[in-house]
């Protein structure tokens, strides 16, 4: 396999998306020589051009089970020479919650996956911790443009995540103020979200049924309007 990864370093994201569309068990030899030249990957290295790592990308996320590929390719370190970002998850947790922020951000990932096969939102579900992990500075713009990724896909992937993580952040706002939204302030963000306002509810409503349970019925009032 060492000889295999060093003539193609592609093959490392090739393994795991035919692993994980046909449930197939890796061998511990291909995963330990993955994690050992998985580096070829980084961009730095011009070894493989960022248009085939975003093609390939693309497929893993149109996977069903792409969350547990993704998981695969974050524990052995492959995750970090395509959004390096998402290495901050490993070993943080929420303070609110029992869940690491990784294993929510899979959650979250998986159960979207479910009921929308779009790779946008499952990328935006991927990313969108990354916008409170790395702060104000932080645009997710950019990681995307790395990775080559059409405006098109750049303009939907950050809207959404972008929104959802509003949605998540002001929810809670009303949950310490012991609230619920107004129609109007829902009719204000029903706005911002536009024609994409069903993924980006689904994929809040699925990121506060892990952090925040209890306040799931406020997600009712946005859904009937």
């Known amino acids: 396999p060492m000889i295999m990864f060093r003539e193609d370093p592609l093959r490392i994201l090739r ?4 692993a994980h569309r046909f449930d197939l068990k890796v061998d511990q030899d291909l995963r330990s020589a993955a994690r050992m030249l998985c580096g070829l ?11 085939r790592i975003n093609e390939e990308f693309i497929k893993i996320a149109s996977l069903p089970k792409c969350a547990d590929a993704f998981r695969d390719m974050i524990y052995d370190g492959v995750m970090h020479h395509i959004f ?4 901050g998850f490993l070993g943080k947790s929420y303070h609110f919650s029992e869940l690491s922020i990784l294993e929510s951000t899979l959650k979250t990932v998986g159960e979207i996956s479910l009921i ?4 946008q939102v499952r990328i935006a579900a991927l990313l969108e911790d990354t916008l409170d992990l790395i702060g104000s500075s932080y645009t997710l713009e950019k990681d995307l443009e790395a990775l080559k990724f059409s405006n098109n896909d750049i303009e939907l992937i950050t809207h959404i995540a972008n929104q959802a993580a509003r949605l998540v952040m002001e929810l809670g706002w009303f949950l310490q103020d012991e609230e619920m939204p107004t129609e109007r302030y829902v009719r204000h963000s029903l706005h911002f979200f536009g024609d994409n306002h069903k993924e980006i509810i689904a994929l809040a409503k699925i990121k506060y049924k892990y952090l925040h349970p209890e306040i799931k019925g406020m997600f009712d009032i946005y859904m009937s309007l």
């Open 15 to 18: 393994m795991y998306r035919f």
């Open 41 to 51: 990957l980084a961009e730095k290295k011009k070894i493989i051009s960022r248009e």
């Open 84 to 87: 390096p970002k998402l290495s």
């Open 116 to 119: 929308d096969d779009s790779y």
